[in-house]
């Protein structure tokens, strides 16, 4: 018996709890997990009580809108589409204050994994990450400045970068297509490291979807520890349902990538603004794209993002 199977026996949780520690368990020793419903690999929260959890002082203006999306008003878009696992990214406002996240971690550890902001320039950023880690973080956002070329060429990056190669710790890049480049080489550095591009690389943000643009994405791909979201669909292209015209490139990314380094996600609470809905991202995915098979569904729609994120998770 694994220590991972033992520390489900002995949890003391209940019945619910117990079912997702096993499938943590099944996971962590190399076996099939159970059906535990799909994964979102992506989505923020936050509470409109600044007073117990304030915002950094670069994001005081303009207000969140929505005003509030706390885990519970997430879980409610959630539950009834079969979602059953989330990994939450740290929301900007909050700098690198994740004191929301980890305590939203904290009270539901069977639900969410969390992807944290640290200050690369700190001295202590491995410290940081390490820490973070212990309550169960499991990736690092990054994106550039103002500086698209250099901005991964840093001490600090480096730092970072090699601390994720070490505990396979990811680096979640939110980057647009110029950004590219500069994961590609640092990605050809550092080759352990495990990286997400989020939002497809935000391909199409501008309602165009350029050819040089998915074939740079796409190249991305030589690196074996390189994936990709399937993510912010409302953002990208026409954005409007039933976001068919992506198809052409989530084809061609998946075609590079292949089913097991690709994660659906929402972007939630973005992706449930009027008038898109949370089940018509997943619907794009699940029910539409019709090169993909109940096998390629299964990775996108939670193995991926499983063994990414909640593998290795200590509950």
């Known amino acids: 018996m694994s220590a991972n199977w033992r520390r489900v026996q002995n949890s003391g949780c209940t019945k619910r709890e117990f079912l997702a520690l096993a499938l943590t368990a099944c996971a962590a020793d190399g076996k099939p997990s159970l059906n535990a419903g799909h994964i979102d690999a992506h989505v923020h929260v936050w509470t409109p009580d600044k007073k117990r959890y304030p915002w950094d002082s670069r994001y005081a203006e303009p207000a969140a809108d929505p005003v509030s999306f706390t885990p519970e008003q997430l879980l409610k878009y959630t539950q009834p589409v079969g979602v059953s696992r989330i990994v939450l990214i740290q929301m900007s406002f909050y ?35 390490l820490r973070l880690m212990g309550h169960g973080v499991r ?120 089913p097991q380094r690709l994660m659906w996600a929402s972007d939630a609470p973005f992706q449930i603004q009027k008038p898109y809905t949370y089940s018509g991202s997943l619907a794009l995915v699940r029910d539409r794209l019709d090169f993909l098979n109940s096998h390629d569904r299964e990775w996108l729609l939670g193995k991926t993002a499983e063994q990414l994120f909640f593998a290795d998770r200590r509950f």
């Open 139 to 258: 990736g690092f956002r990054i994106t550039p400045s103002t500086d698209q070329k250099g901005w991964l060429e840093t001490d600090g990056m480096f730092a970072m970068w090699k601390c994720g190669a070490e505990q396979r710790l990811a680096m979640c890049c939110l980057i647009g297509a110029d950004a590219i480049p500069s994961v590609d080489r640092m990605s050809a550095r550092l080759p352990e490291t495990p990286v997400v591009i989020d939002h497809l690389a935000r391909i199409g943000v501008d309602g165009t979807v350029r050819d040089a643009d998915v074939r740079a994405l796409c190249d991305l791909s030589r690196h074996r520890n390189v994936y990709v979201k399937v993510s912010a669909f409302y953002a990208l292209g026409r954005k409007h349902y039933p976001y068919t015209d992506l198809g052409p490139m989530i084809r061609r990314v998946f075609e590079s990538f292949g």
């Open 95 to 129: 700098g690198t204050d994740n004191s929301y996240m980890l305590d939203a971690m904290s009270k539901y550890p069977s639900t969410f994994s969390g992807v944290a902001v640290v200050d690369e320039r700190s001295a202590a950023v491995k410290h940081e990450m």
